[in-house]
């Protein structure tokens, strides 16, 4: 029974990490990166992208929504330059990598002022998902504030009177983004 009640609690953890493994190959390219590292907190994640010699540091909210996941990344060497990514899934693979639309965005973090700046919604070849990359003047300014805050809301203008709201729980996101800093400045990513 003993041994049962361990593989039982083995294959939970094994499912568990297939599928978040599933859920966070993401980045770049519809490439498919190794997932490591990986540590809870609240609703949000931290943990490191690796192929071969290229890493990330990531926290993300993955929970918030089935279909998408939010994503701050960062790159060694450029650790503060981290930007802000935003996954949803798709019904089929994609059959082009292209930036299917260029448009405006806001993003606001409680009642704190409004960021706004543009989104590239971007598709890659064989990937079952798309992709909104924000550009954004204050990115630092914003990952502080969502350190801080409850909730973080979302605009995109699919065209002129299509806006596309989506709201991020921040619970976690504090421990999440200091940890991914850490990760991009750790000598050993």
Known sequence: MRSMKLFSQRALQHTMLCLTSLALTSQVQATNFNIGDIESH???????????????????D????????????????????PWVELRVRLQENQAQSEIQNHVAADIRVDEQPIHS??????????????????NLEEMTLLLN????????????????????????????????????????ESPSL
């Not at 609240?42 to 926290?59: P, T």
């Not at 993955?62 to 330059?81: F, T």
């Not at 919604?121 to 909104?132: E, K, L, Q, W």
């Open 42 to 60: 609240g609703r949000w994640k931290s943990l490191v992208l690796s192929l071969g010699d290229e890493h990330y540091a990531r926290a993300l």
């Open 62 to 81: 993955d929970s918030s929504y089935a279909d998408s996941i939010l994503s701050i990344n960062a790159r060694p060497g450029h650790c503060q330059q």
């Open 117 to 134: 700046g543009s989104v590239a919604f971007i598709t890659n070849r064989g990937d079952d998902g798309f992709y909104a990359r924000f």
């Open 145 to 184: 504030e969502m350190t801080t805050g409850e909730i973080m809301r979302v605009r995109m203008m699919r065209s002129e009177n299509d806006p596309w709201f989506m709201a991020f729980g921040l619970e976690g996101a504090k421990q999440a983004i200091e940890r991914m800093n850490q990760l991009c």
